[in-house]
């Protein structure tokens, strides 16, 4: 508060020049997190116990920010010693909780709720500065907090008379007859679920059951006329809920935003979400602000290029505010930080590469004269091109700056900090040959958000494709290159798998009772296809984020997506060893990884649709 309220009074005028132009808008946004906030502490009106999952666990670490007398808190269950945990988000909301004087209990179902509304507000803010557009950013904030997921469905038409099977009960059940029976099975799963899901929606007497079913969740009159039609299989917790995020094969997590925020376990994969989201924007921020400058003051622009820059000091603050959010990631849930750290890596390197040519413009008459005039190293300053210092200075450097920072500013936590003994680094899953997720439950997990990517991606690709007189050529060429690549990084590690396990050794079917011979042989026919799939499409982007003529918002929207799929494929292929056995060895790396995939792919997509209401399609 009180750095915000110096900022605010030395950019007085400015900030108040910005209210007068902007007061609608924040109206808006403030209005938009009232409503979000409202409706999951309606949600938590209707279950406030803090029982079940990690709960306890997570309200036991409040407690201990607001007993806490020294940092880091004393471990509630192991006495004398200090959290080793990653608890810096239960901390952030204890100490509010107690600065407030709000009981603990009442501090956790309140900011169970605030997590989803700043959730929202932040992706609608980062696609609507993007794109300038309300329903590009409504789509994706929709798609970040309140999209469900396919399994849903499935699930739902599972428990409708003659519905497909149960999803679990389908993937634990099919034997491995070849892939081409294993997609007509799963053909013929989608195809009762459509008719299922088709009859429920006009046939009404059904149609008011499954209402009915949705409205005894928080309206006890509603839950008594749903005991007497015997509906408890679409409310009851364990035979809907809990199953919409046990998808692949029971052996890893699977949940997914909303399904987070309804359980409201308050846990690091939940806290996480908005500091991740702040940090994004903070990137976003950084590259439109660092190339509008350097196109502004290579163009001779100075009044204008010093406007949009702010000086040294407010340079210095967005690098210093950056380095704090990407420290506060690893201490709130360390399983954020890779992708994180990845994305601000790579935005230092393509601000400079795509803006690299307005630097030189920019700096050529000034700092880089004087640094020749030095003469520090005599001749070798020669080769030491001005380019290439530039090169040094915002892609070597800065980053170095950058992961120095956020280390130090948080030395405390690392220093008590010491993970478990059992986490052995990264496992590969051709070395476990069991465990991958497979294309159907890809499609229950993902098949939302893809269901609108795809007609997203054809459009895209159409228009690039007729844009220009050799673009139908570069989409062919897009397409061979990724399918190809896709292709035959399946075929390697598949064929590193058979090194580990070959189904052609076995003499007969092995029975389900040997769990791991048995998901091994299984699992042999679909592996790496997920991979391959989720390959493509971030292969397929690749266009949008490097051609040089692409303006920024697709630059990001393709980049955004990107990071979405790498994170599904890298799942495919490694795992964080935590030192469980197949198949429950990557449970963790799933359901942190994907949680995270879910927003890059939502604000991906909210982008997109966003320059398309703006009619702006951008090609490569």
Same mark, same amino acid.
């Given at each position: ?10 950019a ?38 803090i ?10 670490f ?53 997590i ?13 500065n ?44 099919? $034997? !491995?007859?070849g @892939? %081409? ?7 013929? #799963? &989608?195809?009762?679920?459509? *008719?299922?899901? =088709? ?15 949705w ?24 035979k ?7 998808v ?55 009044? $204008? !290029?010093r406007? @949009? %820059? ?7 603050? #967005? &690098?210093?505010?950056?380095? *704090?959010?990407? =420290? ?49 190293w ?45 986490v052995a680094g ?21 098949? &939302?958000?893809?269901?609108? *990517? ?32 896709s292709?035959?990084?399946?075929k ?7 090194k ?15 769990s791991?011979?048995?998901?091994q ?62 198949p ?22 909210g ?13 490569p």
């Amino acid at each position: 508060l009180a750095v915000a309220a110096v900022c605010f009074f030395r950019a007085r005028p400015q900030m108040i020049e910005y209210l007068k132009l902007n007061w609608k808008r924040m109206v808006v946004i403030e209005a938009i997190f009232f409503v979000v906030f409202a409706f999951f502490v309606y949600l938590k009106m209707s279950n406030p116990d803090i029982y079940q999952g990690e709960k306890p666990m997570n309200i036991a670490f409040v407690n201990a920010a607001y007993r806490a007398k020294t940092f880091p808190a004393i471990d509630p269950w192991y006495a004398g010693e200090t959290i080793n945990y990653y608890h810096y988000g239960h901390l952030c909301y204890g100490l509010l909780g107690k600065w407030l004087g709000v009981p603990p209990e009442y501090t956790y179902n309140l900011a169970v709720a605030t997590i989803p509304a700043f959730v929202f507000c932040l992706v609608f803010g980062i696609v609507f500065n993007l794109t300038r557009s309300y329903l590009g950013g409504l789509i994706g904030a929709f798609l970040t907090v309140f999209a469900g997921t396919l399994k849903s469905v499935i699930q739902m038409a599972s428990l409708l008379p003659n519905g497909p099977q149960d999803p679990k009960i389908f993937r634990e059940r099919y $034997e !491995a007859t070849g @892939l %081409y029976d294993y997609f007509v099975a799963v053909w013929e #799963q &989608i195809k009762l679920t459509l *008719l299922k899901i =088709g009859f429920l929606f006009w046939h009404s007497p059904i149609w008011e059951k499954v209402s009915l079913a949705w409205r005894s969740v928080w309206n006890p009159d509603a839950m008594a006329q749903a005991d007497q039609q015997r509906l408890a299989n679409f409310y009851d917790f364990d035979k809907y809920f809990w199953k919409l995020s046990r998808v692949t094969k029971s052996s890893v997590a699977n949940e997914f935003p909303v399904w987070t925020h309804v359980f409201a376990d308050f846990h690091a994969h939940q806290l996480i979400m908005p500091i991740g989201m702040v940090l994004v924007s903070l990137l976003v921020a950084y590259s439109i602000r660092q190339s509008g400058y350097w196109r502004l003051k290579g163009l001779g622009a100075l009044p $204008e !290029a010093r406007n @949009l %820059y702010g000086g040294s000091i407010t340079s210095a603050f #967005q &690098i210093l505010f950056i380095s *704090l959010l990407l =420290g506060m990631v690893f201490i709130t849930n360390g399983w954020d930080y890779p992708a994180l750290l990845g994305l601000t890596l790579f935005t230092f390197l393509m601000v400079f590469i795509y803006s690299g040519g307005d630097w030189w413009r920019a700096n050529r008459f000034g700092f880089g004269r004087y640094l020749v005039r030095m003469n520090i190293w005599g001749r070798g300053i020669k080769r030491l091109t001005i380019g290439k210092f530039g090169f040094i200075q915002n892609v070597v450097l800065l980053p170095i700056i950058v992961i120095s920072l956020s280390y130090f500013l948080f030395y405390p936590f690392h220093r008590y900090f010491h993970p478990p003994k059992r986490v052995a680094g990264i496992g590969w899953m051709h070395q476990a040959a069991s465990g991958w997720t497979t294309p159907y439950e890809f499609l229950q997990i993902f098949g &939302i958000p893809l269901l609108i *990517l795809i007609p997203i991606l054809i459009t895209w690709l159409w228009r690039w494709g007729t844009a220009s007189k050799w673009g139908g050529l570069k989409v062919f060429l897009t397409l061979i290159l990724s399918l190809a690549a896709s292709i035959g990084l399946v075929k390697y590690f598949s064929g590193l798998t058979l090194k580990s396990f070959d189904p052609a050794s076995l003499e007969s079917p092995p029975s389900i009772r040997d769990s791991l011979i048995y998901w091994q042989w299984v699992d042999s026919e679909i592996a790496y296809l997920v991979f391959g799939v989720a390959l493509f499409i971030g292969l397929l982007l690749l266009p949008g984020i490097f051609a040089r003529k692409t303006r920024y918002e697709t630059r990001w929207a393709c980049l955004l997506l990107a990071v979405g799929f790498a994170i599904i494929a890298g799942c495919e292929v490694v795992y964080i060893n935590e030192g469980w056995s197949a198949p429950l060895h990557r449970w963790n790396t799933v359901f942190k990884f994907h949680l995270q995939a879910w927003h890059f792919i939502g604000l991906g997509i909210g982008c997109f649709l966003g320059l398309w209401f703006q009619r702006n399609p951008e090609t490569p």
